[in-house]
């Protein structure tokens, strides 16, 4: 209003001194007018989401809190205002952006080219979906996918303790069936259902993420309800906004592999619908995808809290599994050609020190923030590019390349010694390290050890023993706490060695990375310490956070007296228990041979593009079962 008032108002064709208007009534008339301003703008905040308008006038940055963070916003932060996970990242990028208005990363202008090229991707899958050959795909695995025996260990301490994780399993899926079917997740301490805003809408998540481990563990009846629900109820026409990253690893990772353990065309149908949903997403001027996409409009945008509309390369990067896998089901090459495109870029540009940085941009191509991590924000870019390598029968030379090279350059700046001599993998700012390790990061225990057989031939044992000491650095992190459960992250300076130093970071919500290097580790050593940590985790998990109603992430992994989070994550059913339980099972349920996992542990078959006729259907004569 004071801006206005010194500035001359007319009507068209009317000068102001024409109006006859006093100065006062100016005034007054000009009050009235931003008032007026002031009042649709206000509106603007009461109109639903997916309002065009609103998406146009509203940035994300300016959102009262960041509740729609995804995983890798969850990362390193125990909980926003809203009780959600929050990233330490988000807050500050989230101050940052509401200082810098151009930090708004929405591309409006990509839409309408957005929706027509998403349209004629689509059209494609239409025709050739039933091209894809489930005979072929079984002939050509080495072993049935659940081993001869379902994986039965011989030994019989293994045989029990597998048992108990399969009871953990039944009873997290009971509670989450009995309290909150449907949902997201399982609120277990008030007994409610969780829906959440990274999904875009989507609902089921848990039993999306779920439906692989209830096959594998043989929990028939669970897995058929789940079944029944996805074809019944899982409904893809939401019109929210949703991380890709997380749907793709938690629905199209997971629907991914309940087709191909069972065939059941209902999957493959649902999930290549679904991939379609997420193309427009990369529609940008470089191909690299936002973060962030409406399942209904294809509108898409970044992190409000990612510096300054950067895609994050653990986001972008954990896409090559199931993209690819997503063309082999429809015939469809868009979805690989996506994927190949971010490796163009990431080629293109120069790396410092040879480490990919977190944040880039997909406007220009170029990294936003000098800040390197193998955990949260990067984490499984590094996992996807050795899986890749692998998940193509080993003829993705690519991958392969950027792997060992990415290693190279890890094991030069980041990997450290502490003075207890411990082995850790530190963060990287802009040359300066952090020496800290999240939990996250203990993945790389598993990557490393299932990349050692491929790197050069003086490395293998170096890189077995490298993934040894880091399995054993998060064991530490484990056993130094009075509960046995890790924290969120721990740290090596200031007199602390694989212990969290900040409140904050004390807390475990039931996530997998340890046990995941634990499991890959028994594979690939068969040393009996492994399954001995596993057992020690299923201890501390039943000790500290089993309730009545399920399983809870608690807040302080240091206290006894422990604090529930109320929460039942996905990942805890398709993860966590799904580790547990290969680690007590023999190697031949879900062959390494076969398979590769995708970061949220739904297995993918390796893709042979040969196979021997030896191999003719012969374990799976009976049906899809074994
Ligand atoms: C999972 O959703 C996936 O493993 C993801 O890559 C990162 N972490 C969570 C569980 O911690």
């Known amino acids: 209003a004071a801006a206005a008032a010194v500035l001359p108002i007319t009507l068209p064709g009317v000068s102001a001194s024409g109006m006859g208007l006093r100065l006062s009534q100016k ?53 926003n205002a809203a009780g959600e996970p929050e990233h330490p990242r988000a807050r500050e990028e989230r101050s940052r952006a509401r200082a810098e208005p151009g930090g708004r990363a929405r591309d409006h ?40 025996d379902g994986g039965q260990p011989s030994d019989p301490q293994a045989r029990e303790r597998r048992d108990k994780v399969k009871e953990m399993m039944k009873f997290a899926w009971e509670n989450y069936r ?85 065939g059941a065309e209902v999957f ?24 962030v996409i409406n399942l209904g409009s294809g509108t898409s945008w970044s992190w409000g809290w990612a510096s300054a509309g950067s895609s994050i390369l653990a986001e972008f990067g954990t896409l090559h599994l199931e993209f690819v896998h997503l063309t082999e089901l429809s015939g469809n090459p868009v979805f690989t ?25 997909p406007v ?70 952090d020496h800290k390790m999240g939990h996250l990061a203990c993945f790389s225990g598993g990557m490393v050890g299932i990349g050692a057989d491929d790197g050069e031939l003086t490395k293998r044992q170096h890189y077995l023993d490298l993934a040894a000491e880091i399995t054993h650095t998060c064991h530490e992190s484990y056993s130094r706490s009075a509960t046995k459960l890790g924290p969120e992250a721990f740290r090596f300076d200031a007199g602390a060695e694989a212990t969290a130093t900040r409140l904050s970071d004390r807390y475990y919500i039931l996530r997998p990375e340890v046990i995941e290097s634990y499991m890959y580790m028994w594979r690939l050593t068969h040393d009996p310490k492994y399954r001995q940590w596993g057992w020690e985790a299923v201890e501390a998990l ?25 929460m039942q994550q996905s990942f805890f059913l398709s993860e966590t228990l799904k580790y547990l339980y290969l680690l007590f099972s023999d190697d031949d349920l879900l062959s390494l041979e076969d398979w590769v996992f995708n970061t949220e542990a739904h297995p993918l078959p390796i893709i042979r593009r040969n196979c021997p006729p030896e191999r003719e259907d012969s374990f799976f004569r009976d049906g899809n079962r074994t």
């Open 109 to 148: 202008h990509d839409h309408h080219d957005a929706a027509a090229r998403a349209d004629r991707d689509a059209g494609f899958s239409g025709q050739s979906r039933d091209a894809f050959d489930y005979g072929k795909l079984k002939k050509c695995l080495f072993k049935p996918p659940l081993g001869s």
């Open 364 to 433: 220009s191509g170029n990294w936003v923030q000098h800040h390197v991590s193998i955990g949260g924000l990067g984490d499984s870019f590094y996992e996807y590019l050795i899986k890749s390598y692998l998940m193509s029968d080993k003829t993705d030379e690519e991958a392969k390349k950027m792997y060992y090279s990415a290693m190279d350059a890890i094991e030069a700046n980041l990997v450290q010694k502490s003075p207890g001599g411990l082995t850790y993998i530190a963060e990287w700012r802009g040359g300066i390290l």
């Open 542 to 566: 039943e000790h500290h956070c089993r309730v009545e109603a399920g399983f809870s992430g608690i807040r302080d992994v240091y206290a006894t007296t422990v604090s529930h989070d109320n």
């Open 178 to 262: 009995r309290y909150a079917w449907g949902k997201n997740e399982l609120r277990p301490l008030t007994r409610n259902g969780h829906i959440g805003n990274m999904f875009g809408g989507l609902r089921g998540a848990s039993i999306v993420d779920s439906l692989d481990t209830l096959y594998i563990m043989g929990l028939t009846q669970e897995f058929e309800e789940a079944k029944e629900w996805v074809e019944n109820n899982l409904d893809l026409n939401s019109n929210g906004e949703a991380s890709l990253f997380e749907v793709n690893i938690r629905y199209v990772g997971g629907l991914l592999s309940a087709y191909y353990l069972t």
């Open 268 to 291: 493959k149908k649902k999930v290549v619908e679904l991939g379609e949903k997420l193309l427009p997403a990369f529609n940008t001027p470089t191909g690299i995808p936002r973060g």
């Open 337 to 361: 050609e996506k994927v190949m495109n971010i490796r163009k870029v990431l080629n293109k540009i120069e790396k410092p020190h040879g480490l990919y940085p977190n944040f880039l941009s």
């Open 27 to 79: 005034f007054v008339f000009l009050l009235f007018i931003s008032g007026l301003v002031t009042l649709c703008f206000g509106a603007l905040f009461f109109l639903p989401d997916s309002v065009r308008l609103k998406r146009i006038f509203l940035s994300k940055s300016e959102s009262p809190a960041v509740t729609a963070v995804s995983e890798h916003g969850a990362r390193e932060q125990p909980r």
